[in-house]
């Protein structure tokens, strides 16, 4: 059995950092919260873009002229060049919640690494990383990261949204990619969050689908007759004008929604902890008071044996 000044040091440890893990529970607590209403607000507007996207897609899509629709064709040979663009977090202590993003990063790259090889394809790609942790650990395992590539995730804004679609729009309409993919942790519900990927551009019904929330199917505009809509001047000209506003609220979606993620998931992982902690203190407790106990009857026996000895 452990001496008891030893397990007193063992409670004062546990309690010290139960008190660390409780402050942290209340911080992502209020951090979580505060997302939770940013996400709220701005999910409908996130919504409705994806959504009037989708319905001009849907009624004329035949008739849309847009470098952002164009799905490139690949001989064997030649090369894809994807771009990733993955939300993780700036801190630690957050459960599964960097490693499962960084964990389907990689199973996806490898899998477009094999499928490709296998048309007889080369596959390039380059990771652009919100959040050290998800950087460290990719480029730890050897994953080409751009070290340039810095954004918190960290209390997004629109601004910053903007800023890296605006990215996006030039290393895609440049060249330098023909795929970019958005991968980031979605909340399901309150309690359930999941990690997925959207193909960010090009554009197709799929990428649509992947973003709107469950159940939406369409924009839910009225047509009278059978003309459907029309659009001035015409379709090209209407999406063109959509789509940097439904890259921008991709993003900053995606940004608000991952921040709110790890938080939820941070605030969880710290009430594991503090119950742990309260297990633990329960058990070093019992082994205090019989330290204690066994103390006191071992001075009891020394105090009984040398009144003995003087009788």
Known sequence: MESLNEIKKRIKSVNDISQLTRAMQLVSAAKMRKSKVQHEMVKPFFTICAESMMEVYKNAGEDIDNPYLNVHEKLPGETWKIGYFILTGDQGLAGAYNNNIVK???????????????????????????????????????????????????????????????????????????????IYTRMESA????????????????????????????????????????????????????????????????????????????????DNANSNADEMMKKLTM????????????????IVNGANQVE
């Open 104 to 182: 389907i990063t990689e199973e996806h790259i490898q899998s477009k690494i094999l499928e490709n090889a296998k048309k007889n394809v080369r596959t390039e790609y380059k990771l652009y990383v919100f959040g050290q942790m998800g950087s460290d650990k990719l480029s730890r395992d050897g994953y080409a990261v751009d070290p340039e590539f810095s954004f918190p995730i960290s209390e997004p804004t629109y601004y910053q949204a903007r800023n890296v679609a605006n990215i996006i729009r030039s290393k895609y309409l440049g060249g330098e990619f023909d795929l970019v993919y958005l």
């Open 287 to 302: 082994q205090s008071n019989r330290a204690r106990q066994a103390r006191i009857t071992n001075e009891l026996n020394e």
């Open 191 to 270: 309690i359930t969050m999941k990690p997925v990927i959207s193909r960010v551009v090009p554009i197709d019904s799929r990428s649509f689908e992947s973003i709107l929330p469950s159940g939406v199917e369409d924009a839910g505009i009225a047509t009278e007759g059978e003309g459907g809509l029309d659009y001035h001047p015409n379709a090209s000209s209407v999406f063109a004008f959509l789509i940097d506003t439904y890259l921008n609220s991709v993003l900053y979606g995606a940004m608000v929604e991952a921040f709110a993620c790890e938080q939820t998931a941070r605030m969880t992982a710290m």
